[in-house]
């Protein structure tokens, strides 16, 4: 008895050995690290949430082969595109805006009063996108992992106003794409900015406002030096952003590792960066209550939504021609991307 027992031990630390081994081997296996690209501050949902469950989810469908790093500083947001494309980082994400001339196409989502949040909207766009739009190419160098866009678009001021006419002159951060549009109908003199720079020309009182979501009031405290927010029935305007991977760094994962990464990128990333972006414009109303910011929240049929509304006419068409000379159809693309995220 005590010798079957004792074998029995034996086998058992045999085995147990083993199992450590395989554990330790897996530990020490070489990790594949993609470098990503970003900005705006770290506790910003896009680099807390977004990025941070990508990763997790990356690491999971590769069962730890790949991960991910992020990096600040690599680059202005308005490059990160071609830092991608030139390999000095694997991935990165930015604002189309930021690139004017080399995207038209990513505007279909911007266009005012789609009426829905940044996830059905974020879903929406990148099934359109695919159908209609990836064969112009507008991409060209880069592998699009992610299409996906911020909250509703408001008017963040320093001081209040009474109708959009009080706009008139006044120096508003733009971002690019449609808010530059609508700037220009609105009368302001535009000032072009990646978001990172508000806060200081805020304070600075290099601007008297801007254009951005609800969610800045909190990543970036806003309601220290915009306490005012004017918030236009329908959403003003939405801003779309691409995550984007070097394709040789796809390529030189291992197929089962890229088809992986791919996996987890997509329609499900895109929505959810859209989710956490929604979720960041709730924590960004909370920190204006909570500091006293006042938020004017304009009704459909009140004076300056009529204003608003009036202004806008033939945004939508003046985008649509543009996109038409890329060979699209514009139209039914903007349809279908409505009726998608309206309907999610």
């Known amino acids: 008895m005590k010798q079957g027992y004792a074998g029995g031990c034996k086998r058992c630390l045999g085995l147990l050995a083993g199992w450590l081994l395989s554990v330790v081997c897996w530990a020490q296996a070489p990790v594949t690290v993609m470098t990503v690209a970003s900005w705006l501050p770290p506790g910003h949902p896009q680099n807390a949430v977004v990025l941070p469950t990508w990763r997790r989810w990356i690491e999971q469908a590769t069962q730890g082969r790949v991960s991910l790093k992020v990096e600040y500083g ?8 071609d830092l991608v ?12 805006g930021f690139v004017p001339g080399r995207f038209v196409l990513t505007q279909v989502v911007e266009q005012p009063g789609l009426g829905a949040g940044p996830e059905a ?5 990148w099934r359109v996108y695919q159908k209609y739009f990836a064969g112009a190419n507008e991409h060209e160098g880069l592998h699009l992992a992610a299409l996906f866009t911020h909250g509703p678009g408001l008017i963040q001021l320093r001081q209040p ?17 449609v808010q530059s549009a609508i700037g220009k109908r609105m009368g302001v003199t535009r000032v072009p900015s990646p978001g990172n720079h508000v806060y200081e020309f805020l304070h600075e009182k290099i601007v008297d406002g801007a254009f951005l979501p609800m969610s800045e009031q909190r990543s970036q405290r806003l309601y220290e030096v915009a306490p005012y927010v004017v918030v236009l029935p329908g959403g003003m305007y939405l801003g779309s952003f691409g995550l984007v991977i070097n394709p040789a760094f796809l390529a030189g994962l291992p197929e089962a590792d890229r088809q992986a990464v791919l996996d987890v990128s997509g329609e499900k990333l895109s929505a959810m960066a859209g989710k956490a972006w929604a979720e ?17 929240r304009v009704a459909a049929g009140e004076p300056m939504a009529q204003e608003f509304n009036q202004l806008m006419e033939g945004v939508e068409q003046g985008w649509a021609e543009q996109a038409r000379q890329r060979g699209v159809a514009a139209e039914q693309a903007l349809v279908e991307l409505r009726n998608i995220a309206r309907g999610l």
């Open 74 to 81: 690599l680059g202005a947001p308005p490059t990160i595109f």
């Open 85 to 96: 494309e030139d390999g000095v980082a694997d991935a990165g994400w930015s604002f189309h």
């Open 121 to 125: 909207a974020s879903v929406a766009y």
């Open 161 to 177: 106003i009474e109708s959009l006419a009080d706009l008139q002159g006044k120096k508003i951060r733009v971002g690019g794409g």
């Open 280 to 296: 960041g414009d709730v924590a960004g109303y909370r920190a204006a209550q909570e500091h006293g910011v006042t938020v004017v």
